[in-house]
């Protein structure tokens, strides 16, 4: 039986309204926090169940939460027709289904409900129970919203024509254009976020035109790679001038990635924590969820952590370079099997991609590239791998040529998020990396069938001499260390504007 108690805490709006946010200590500690994160919200519609995937720490939970906060500002929804629940804690499939059918079957006023279930995968056979619900005709004037942490344990395959067509959404880590607009965000009453006169945490003065011009740039400007690079060209140069200031963004983007949780720990100044610093109990959250999630089976931990934790220490040692999953299982002498299946458990749980290796005609074969999803998980990893402090991994690496390596990881990420729309269209079917004669680090299908590889050159001199041209490559773009050149079908674009304007899919929130 789900506790009662626990019910109750879980929705104070039920005694409290809409005041709620005083008391809720999810937001309670949003409000409080320096960096504070506005996702976008799809148009919620009755009858429709939406699945929103991320990994955990992405800042799920406190988007639901913001859904009730919204509405019941509005008066949209009485506060007795919301009920929310996280399922951190595994419940029984029964357990569940009288959960719902009790709120649902309980006689409210409006006709309006919002059932917002948080973790779902903590629930084996979540997918069978509403299916149910919906035929028998209670979510008809539902609007049903589930989060989850696991792929694989989200089958929406099991709930066609129940209204999850195109309802499928992320919620992932942010990329740099999102930390930098929330950082620019028109909001005076923080002197982090929005219009600062001195802007200490870059060094550097700000006027508020010149923050307001940034931030409109910013969205004219942006990138889809399916443009061509003259075009690309044309937008980059409008956001030349910011340049030193993107740059000392760019920078804290480096040490921090895209996690909420790490961005405002970063930027606290308070007794023994200095600003700038990352406190170990933050990577090690992440590196936690990152083991712990991919040994995840129908919603128990019946997998082994320890595996999880080999495999991610493997992939440290061939991040970014081209293996297949025989030659780096045998590097750690674990069954090839095993390998695979908790490499793919990292994937669907939002740690890993995994690139295809792609030859003659774009053809993919077994070679494989891994990069971890965001670049403050590689940290983590390291710490955990080696021993050492967060701080001292992210200094040691930023400060020596495997930075080089981070920045080719933040490209990756910020690749595989261009027109990722679940369950069709994943990453895998438009990103990968060319090897044949010379290798490409990545090759993008961009809609009008054109192909666009993409190199990561992170260093002071670039030139065309660097570039490896391919057959079947149209036209290539070189992410560098500060090169910006248009050179007949090769562009050269220092590595913080491109992935400053870089679109990421509309299912992305």
Request: aromatic fraction near 10%; proline fraction near 3%.
């Amino acid at each position: 039986m789900v506790n009662a108690e626990r019910l109750a805490l879980s929705n104070p709006w039920w005694t409290k309204g809409q005041i709620f946010v005083n008391w809720d200590p999810d937001l309670l500690k949003d409000a409080y926090e320096s960096f504070i994160v506005k996702r976008l919200t799809p148009g919620l519609e009755r009858n429709k169940i939406y699945i929103i995937k991320g990994p955990r720490r992405s800042g799920k939970t406190t988007w639901l939460k913001r859904i009730v906060e919204s509405n019941l500002k509005s008066g949209a929804v009485d506060k007795r027709a919301i009920l929310y629940f996280s399922f951190d804690e595994s419940v029984s499939q029964k357990e569940f289904s009288n959960l719902v059918r009790q709120f649902l079957e309980t006689p409210l006023a409006p006709d309006l409900k919002f059932l917002l279930l948080d973790e779902i995968q903590g629930v084996i056979g979540w997918e069978e129970v509403l299916k149910n619900l919906f035929d028998s005709g209670l979510l008809k004037n539902v609007v049903t919203v589930v989060t989850g942490s696991i792929a694989h344990l989200l089958k929406t395959d099991t709930l066609p024509g129940r209204g999850t067509e195109g309802n499928i959404y992320l919620i992932k880590t942010l990329n740099f254009s999102d930390v930098v607009k929330t950082l620019l965000q028109n909001d005076k009453s923080h002197p982090i976020r929005g219009y600062t006169k001195t802007a200490a945490w870059i060094n550097q003065p700000l006027l508020d035109t010149e923050v307001d011009e940034l931030r409109n740039k910013i969205e004219e400007n942006a990138i889809d790679l399916s443009e061509d690079i003259k075009d690309i060209y044309k937008k980059i140069n409008n956001l030349f001038p910011f340049l030193p200031l993107i740059n000392k963004l760019f920078l804290i983007y480096l040490h921090t990635g895209g996690y909420p949780l790490s961005i405002n720990d970063y930027f606290k100044n308070e007794g023994n924590k200095k600003f700038g610093e990352i406190e170990d109990s933050v990577y090690n959250e992440i590196y936690l969820y990152l083991k712990n999630d991919a040994a995840m089976i129908s919603g128990k931990a019946l997998g082994d952590p320890s595996y999880a934790a080999k495999v991610i220490e493997a992939n440290l040692k061939y991040l970014g370079i081209k293996t297949s999953f025989s030659k780096a299982s045998r590097q750690i002498g674990m069954n090839k099997t095993t390998f695979m299946n908790y490499s793919n458990r990292l994937e669907n749980s939002y740690a890993f991609i995994n690139l295809n290796g792609l030859k003659r005609g774009i053809e993919p074969t077994e070679t494989k590239k891994t990069f971890f999803s965001d670049i403050f998980m590689h940290y983590s990893a390291k710490a955990a791998s080696t021993g050492k402090s967060g701080q001292v991994i992210t200094d040691e690496i930023l400060n020596s040529s495997e930075v080089g390596v981070i920045v080719e990881e933040a490209v990756a990420a910020h690749l595989s998020k261009i027109r990722e729309i679940e369950p069709m269209v994943m990453y895998n079917t438009y990103l990968g990396f060319y090897y044949e004669n010379e290798e490409i680090d990545f090759v993008y299908k961009s809609t009008n069938g054109k192909i666009l590889g993409v190199e990561v050159k992170y260093q002071n001199e670039v030139s065309t001499q660097d570039v490896k041209k391919s057959k079947g490559i149209h036209q290539y773009i070189i992410v560098t260390k500060n090169t910006f050149d248009l050179i007949d079908d090769v562009l050269f674009i220092p590595a913080p504007l491109f992935l400053l304007l870089l679109k990421k899919s509309s299912h992305d929130l």
